[in-house]
Nanobody, 123 residues
Framework: QVQLVESGGGLVQPGGSLRLSCTAS??????IGWFRQAPGKEREGVAC????????YYADSVAGRFTISRDNAKNTVSLQMNSLNPEDSAVYYC??????????????????WGKGTLVTVSS
């Protein structure tokens, strides 16, 4: 079991940037990533990677704007979000899985989930 805690959400203006962080209780997973869910919409895997970060997947909706990265020394995975627009508003979740990585993780989902952090893009 891996515990995940997100931080960094908040209110940002359109065109702005925000950085989310996810602290994991251990590195005992194969894949880790970020998902989001807006009210009335399905959950979307936006950025997912293998634990070694040799495989990285981005959803088309965020490619070129979002970057997932890691700091193993701190057991932290971050999501840098640039050029935000109101459609990016959602609760963002960090998730990890013992088997799934990168695109399959983003598409199928994960075993371990954080509680989420709210991102609101509005003027």
């Amino acid at each position: 079991q891996v515990q995940l805690v997100e931080s960094g959400g908040g209110l940002v203006q359109p065109g702005g940037s925000l950085r989310l962080s996810c602290t994991a209780s251990s590195l005992d997973y194969s894949g880790i990533g970020w998902f989001r869910q807006a009210p009335g919409k399905e959950r979307e895997g936006v950025a997912c990677a293998s634990s070694k970060f040799d495989m990285i997947y981005y959803a088309d909706s965020v490619a070129g704007r979002f970057t997932i990265s890691r700091d193993n020394a701190k057991n932290t995975v971050s999501l840098q979000m640039n050029s935000l627009n109101p459609e990016d508003s959602a609760v963002y979740y960090c998730a990890a899985d013992p088997h799934l990585v990168a695109q399959e993780l983003c598409v199928i989902g994960a075993d371990y989930w954080g509680k989420g952090t709210l991102v609101t893009v509005s003027s």
